[in-house]
Every structure is written in structure tokens, then in C-alpha cells.
């Protein structure tokens, strides 16, 4: 069975840009969170979907964003970015409320 | 006090020997606990899971579980250079949300 994959892995961005980073979950895994992580803060929870729903959210500001489609696949969103948004952006997927297996992750640098 | 706290690193063992790993947590009504490994470079790997006290053993690794005091283990016996990476403690709070912990760097020597 496949596993996560997320694109793209490597981004480079500029301050106030917007970026679009997408996930597609273990085929029948419903959930899927959005995590980041940074040498500081190590890994910090974004948000959470299942079903097309968002069921749960960290507490990063409104600039982050996400969604999840019919297929389960899902996006997430950063709008005006700023330098500390620079991060490793992973993908989990499970089958219900149990183990979460991430993706490789996004790399985001924004200059 | 943070959610999850790890024993400070890094942690350096001799190949062959046994590496033990600790964590404790703060929200009493955590049910599920999961330790994953990340080597340098890539994204966390799931090793083990627990939701019920008492031992887990899969292989060479072994996750213990106490609710009472809050704390959560993992025992990796006979320790390879292969296991040197970080260990990332992580407990299921408020639904589907994981608190990982800051990570324990593990290096074994041969």
C-alpha cells in the first residue's frame, strides 16, 4: 500500500506570498492532520480534517489554512507569508483516532 | 509546564546495549501514545504504540505505559548504530491531535 505523499518537497517563497502545499493520504484513511515543525518549536499541530471537515485546530493564526476533498485528499494554505513560517510542513493520515503515519514533508523557505 | 517532556539528550549508548527513552505528559485524560523515530533530514517514523498500561514489546523495542504517574517509556534493546536518530515522544490530546515532545537525540556507537 502507498504511503503519504505530499508535493511539492521543496519550496522557496518570497514574504507576502501565498503557498498551497498538498497531501494525499494512505488509500482509506479518512483523517488527515497538517503538522509543522522548526528547530525552535519542534513539531506543532496545524489542523486536522475527516470527512471534508476540519474536527480540530492548533493555534497557529488565521493566515493558516486548509481543506480536504471528497477523495480525501487535502490542502493547506498560507497566506502573506512571513520568515518564521519557514518550516518543515508535514502531512499525517490515519484510519481512525489511532496511529498517524506522516508523509516526507514539505521544506517551505520564504527569503 | 509543558504537555510532553522528554528526558534531556543526547543520549549516547554502546552498540549492544540497551537505550531507554522517557517521557510524562500532563493531560491525565490522554488515552493513546505513540513514539516515532526521525532520522536527520526526514520526516517521523510511527515505531510503537501503546493505549493500556503495562509493557508492549515489538521486536526489539519495548514501550512501557503508566497512567497513574504519567509516564511513558521505550526500551530499545541491543541498540545498533542503524538506531541512532531522534525519538519523538508524542500523546494524543483533545481528540485527534498529537503533542509531540522536543525529541531525544540517540546516538549508538560501535
Known amino acids: 500500500k502507498a504511503g503519504v505523499t505530499q508535493t511539492p518537497r521543496y519550496l522557496i517563497k518570497t514574504r507576502g506570498q501565498q503557498v498551497t502545499l498538498s497531501c494525499s493520504p494512505i488509500s482509506g484513511h479518512r483523517s488527515v492532520s497538517w503538522y509543522q515543525q522548526t528547530p525552535g518549536q519542534g513539531l506543532q499541530f496545524l489542523f486536522e480534517?475527516?470527512?471534508?471537515?476540519?474536527?480540530n485546530k492548533g493555534n497557529f493564526p488565521g493566515r493558516f489554512s486548509g481543506r480536504q476533498f471528497s477523495n480525501s485528499r487535502s490542502e493547506m494554505n498560507v497566506s502573506t507569508l512571513e520568515l518564521g513560517d519557514s518550516a518543515l510542513y508535514l502531512c499525517?493520515?490515519?484510519?481512525?483516532?489511532?496511529?498517524?503515519?506522516f508523509g516526507p514533508g514539505t521544506r517551505l523557505t520564504v527569503t | 509546564q509543558k504537555e510532553v517532556e522528554q528526558n534531556s539528550g543526547p543520549l549516547s549508548v554502546p552498540e549492544g546495549a540497551i537505550a531507554s527513552l522517557n517521557c510524562t505528559y500532563s493531560d491525565r485524560v490522554s488515552q493513546s501514545f505513540f513514539w516515532y523515530r526521525q532520522y536527520s533530514g526526514k520526516s517521523p517514523e510511527l515505531i510503537m504504540s501503546?493505549?493500556?498500561?503495562g509493557d508492549k514489546e515489538d521486536g526489539r523495542f519495548t514501550a512501557q505505559l503508566n497512567k497513574a504517574s504519567q509516564y511513558v517509556s521505550l526500551l530499545i534493546r541491543d541498540s545498533q548504530p542503524s538506531d541512532s536518530a531522534t525519538y519523538l515522544c508524542a500523546v494524543e490530546t483533545s481528540g485527534s491531535r498529537l503533542t509531540f515532545g522536543e525529541g531525544t537525540q540517540l546516538t549508538v556507537n560501535p
Open positions: 501503546i493505549y493500556s498500561n
Open positions: 480534517y475527516f470527512s471534508e471537515t476540519q474536527r
Open positions: 499525517a493520515s490515519s484510519l481512525e483516532l489511532r496511529e498517524q503515519y
